[in-house]
Each structure stands twice: as structure tokens, then as C-alpha cells.
DNA sequence: TAGATTGTAACTATAATAGTTTCTTTTTCG
DNA sequence: CGAAAAAGAAACTATTATAGTTACAATCTA
């Protein structure tokens, strides 16, 4: 069971809320774990041009689109799309005709589950999950309000 | 990725197609894998009255019921219903506001894709994942024809 | 009573995910 | 310049879920 996809929402959240770059420590404190893993995370990220990474003192990740910008699929995608459906295929005995029926059938039904999902994920932006608490206000708002 | 989903549709069409008993050990030859695996598989169909399982020389696995009277559903419930959908939430750091409303928004997603699912799996025997190819004939059919 | 079979517990193997260590590169700042 | 802070990345270890194996008891048939 990935939870990939949620942990990169909480963080892409925490980066947009943050005032300055956010360090992969910091971040890894917010997860739970460490600075290697969080960097690990956000590459496909920083590759499609999400979020973007400096080096040296005062450095970190910052976003480079707004979070309005970015849906649940494109970053689902930036992970490295493991599979949506928890279910899969089978392959033992591939020339017996009984296992090939059952992979037809089941097949299709995954394929159209896992199309479904990937349609409703691409409709909904990371920003629609960033909650509208004024206690998670860190400082960043107060400077444009 | 649970593929005992598949494996066990496999299994309960063989059974139904098998003349007499159908062994562990012959059944586990289809999945390429071994006779203890088969039978923690079946033991919850059995359990369900599903299959039955008779000990002793030539005993092994029957069905109990039509496959058409089997849904997917009932299948992927008697295996321990792990989870259909393949991503979940995470519980890293559950005080914090951002992780809650991730959580949140993701969870009621996951929720009614895994619900859209499990209604199509409902509605789905196994009757129907059945090749009617007559090459599958094993000589349980021809008794009937 | 012998052999075939399931039932089950306990152990081992494998693969995916996560975590850690270590080192290099880049950047800032005194 | 040189020290310290940060990302980048490779290589290794740890953890967990699934699968596979071994071993033995229970039961049934002939």
C-alpha cells in the first residue's frame, strides 16, 4: 500500500505554506523520516518542473507552480505511477486457457477501475487539499494579507 | 499487489471443470506453487461454504455452490479482503493540520473508488470469467452433453 | 493397517518500500 | 579563501507483506 502520494501532498502543502525554501530536514521532521528519503520524493517532482531545489546556505525546496496548478495524477505521475488498483492479474500458466480467460476479464475491469480513478485524481488540484485553518499560517499569508 | 484475487477465480473454475476431486497438490501444479499455499487460500471459501474439502485417498477440493452463485466480491471477501485500492493515507505526524486535511480529502477519494469497485465486483460471478472454449473439456461436460 | 489426503503451525525466502550512511557538489557568508 | 549549509546520489541495511517450505497431526479409503 503506497502512500506515497499522500505524503508528497503534506509536504507540497508544507512548501507552499513555508516562508523561505524549506529544508529536506525540516520537511523530513514533518514526515517522519529522514532528509535522503524526502529528496528521493520530490526528484520526479523537481524534473517536472513542480518544485524547484538550492543548494548551499538558506537553500531548499520552493514551488515553482502554484498548487492550483498541479492535480493529484501529475503528481501521482512524478512518483512513478505504481499501480492505483490494489488488485492485479495473475501469470502461472500462461498457456492454460482457464488463466488467460480470467486475465481477459479481470483485466478489463482493473484497466476501467484504474482509468476511472486516474480521471477523478486529474481533477483535482493539490490546492483543493490544503486546509483553510488560520492556525496553520506560518507567515507567509500574513505578508500578502 | 494482491493477485490472489485472480489466482483464486483460476482455482474455482478448475475445480467446477474437474471431474472428480481436485487435490491440493494438483491444484497448486496449475498456479505453479505448492499444496500448503492452496489450501490457506481456500480456507476461507471453505469456511464460507463456498468449496469443500474432503480428506483421505481420493479426496481434495469440490465446489459446494454454482460458480454462478459466487460474486467477486464474495471471492475477494472469504481471501481477507486486502485493500482494492493501491494507495492509501499516511499517519506520520497526525497533530498536524496540513497531514489531517491531506488525509481527510484523500481518504473520502480512496473510499468511494474502493466502494464503486467493490459494487462492480458484486455484481460479477465467476461463472462469467469461465472460457467456454470445448478445448478447456475436461469430460465433467460431456457426462452432461 | 498403509497410504493418500487435508489441517495447521512454524519456519524460511523474496521483493517492495523505507531508512541510513557516506561522500561529492554547490552555494553562502565571514 | 575557507568553513559550514545545503542538495545529489550511490550503496548499503531494515522492515514488512507475500509467498514458499517443512514437518507433523488428523482423517479417510481401501
Redesign the pocket.
Known sequence: ????LA?MLHVLIHIDLHAG?????T?GAM??????????M??GL?ERGYVE?????????RMARPLSKITLKDVHDALGS?PLIGITVAHDHPSCPVERAVTKGLGLLIEGASKSLLKQLANVSVAEFAPTLPSVDDGKRSLKG
Do not use: C, E, H, Q
Request: glycine residues 12%; positive net charge; without cysteine.
Open positions: 500500500m503506497d502512500r506515497r505524503r525554501a524549506a529544508t529536506s530536514k520537511i514526515l517522519d523520516t529522514n532528509p535522503v528519503f524526502v529528496r528521493r520530490l526528484r523537481r531545489a538550492t543548494k548551499g546556505p538558506g537553500g531548499g525546496w505504481s
